[in-house]
């Protein structure tokens, strides 16, 4: 029998990566006894090697043509989610009779759990694998340092650029210096250098201006910001075994971190499992293919959502703005569900 985790590399139409396919990853490596090597997620019907036994939690799939799975896979399903874009695929006669024979099905969200439920599979709500990642990774020493991941920015454009214009005269130091030291908000569909540098000037401004309200001037100018879905993961690692030791090291900084504001669920269950202080930003009104993702999931997390026309919604109480020191506790509803995570993952390796 051999031990394989699930790799992301056939999407031909995405030049970026997610990262957080390897945190995933990352997570259910923990039970392994030996890691064997990656069956790509977007190619789980091609898979022609010796049978292995592979924890299939994750979202699906870019590719549903290429699903059900071969079964040369032994799979352990939990922390599951379909994305909604494709479920007919999923629950189509020859997707629903191989989930038949290996439920019953641990769903990441209240979306995936109630469309398969209703289709006659057996299904729980089991949250994100990510969740037990304090396992192996946990850190009761913490620097000082705080992360702010993949901020939301709802995007303006138009008269609404002059305006921006104009508040980045009053605060340009600000701007400045948060342009030498991030990269996120660079739009490369944009034609001409020039027409880059403009459009990531007036994000920037945007940035600094919607966020300024909510988070300490400490936090906004002294985080290290980070991207979890960048082209830069897929040029600058030249094997998957690279990206999950990539992965390793966000998630041991982010151990470590005072505080984190994310956008990524990759980043913000993590960090719950990790027990870091952890903001999640999530866009009101969001379109249906990735609202699909939260049911349940929010329950787990404290919630700032950013709104279309730019304002900022805690949905919390906290007197002042989010700081090291000034944020609200984590929430602890999610400890059952990774408990019975790792007991399920622990006896499927034992079988």
């Known amino acids: 029998m051999k031990y394989k985790l699930l790799s992301v590399n056939k999407v ?13 990853a990352l997570a259910a490596s923990q ?13 789980l019907d091609e898979y022609e090697g010796e049978e292995a036994k592979v924890i299939m939690n994750g979202w699906y799939m870019h590719r549903p043509e290429h699903w059900p799975p071969t079964d040369r896979i032994r799979p352990l399903l939990v922390s599951f989610h379909i994305c909604s874009a494709v479920k007919d695929f999923f629950t189509a006669e020859r997707s629903l009779a191989w989930l038949k024979k290996h439920e019953p099905v641990g769903c990441r969200d209240k979306f995936t759990e109630e469309l398969l439920g ?10 994100c694998l990510t969740l037990t990642l304090g396992m192996k990774y946990h850190s009761d020493e913490k620097d000082d340092k705080t992360y702010i991941v993949d901020p939301i920015i709802p995007k303006e454009r138009g008269v609404k650029d002059i305006r921006q214009l104009l508040y980045s005269i009053f605060h ?6 948060l342009l030498k030291t991030t990269d996120l908000f660079i739009e490369e569909d944009r034609p001409g250098r020039l027409n880059r540098k403009y459009r990531r000037y007036i994000n920037m401004s945007l ?16 985080s290290e910001y980070i991207s979890q879905s960048n082209a830069y993961y897929n040029h ?12 390793e090291r966000l998630v041991r900084l982010y151990s470590r971190a005072k505080l984190v504001i994310t956008s990524r669920i990759h980043c913000a269950l993590p960090c719950t499992g990790l027990e ?12 249906p293919e990735s609202a699909c993702r939260m049911g349940g999931i929010l329950d787990f997390l404290n919630v700032v959502e950013i709104q279309k026309k730019g304002g900022a919604k805690p949905l919390f109480s906290l007197k002042g703005k989010l700081s090291a020191e000034n944020h609200p506790e984590n929430k602890t509803g999610w400890k059952p569900f990774a408990e019975d995570l790792k007991k399920r993952c622990c006896e499927f390796m034992k079988d």
């Not at 064997?36 to 190619?43: K, L, Q, V």
């Not at 209703?118 to 949250?127: D, H, L, M, P, Q």
């Not at 600058?236 to 992965?247: C, M, P, V």
């Open 12 to 24: 031909p139409f995405i030049e970026t990566r997610n990262i957080g396919d390897y945190i995933q």
């Open 31 to 43: 039970y392994y006894p030996q890691i064997d090597g990656f069956i790509d997620r977007e190619e």
């Open 118 to 127: 209703n289709c006659g599979i057996r299904t729980w709500f089991s949250a």
């Open 172 to 177: 340009i130091y600000d701007i400045c210096r």
């Open 207 to 222: 940035y600094h201006r919607l966020y300024s309200k909510i988070v300490s001037r400490k936090v906004l100018m002294g």
């Open 236 to 247: 600058g690692f030249t094997s998957d075994f690279g990206r999950l030791k990539e992965a």
């Open 276 to 287: 870091t202080p952890v903001i999640f930003l999530k866009m009101a009104n969001d379109i």
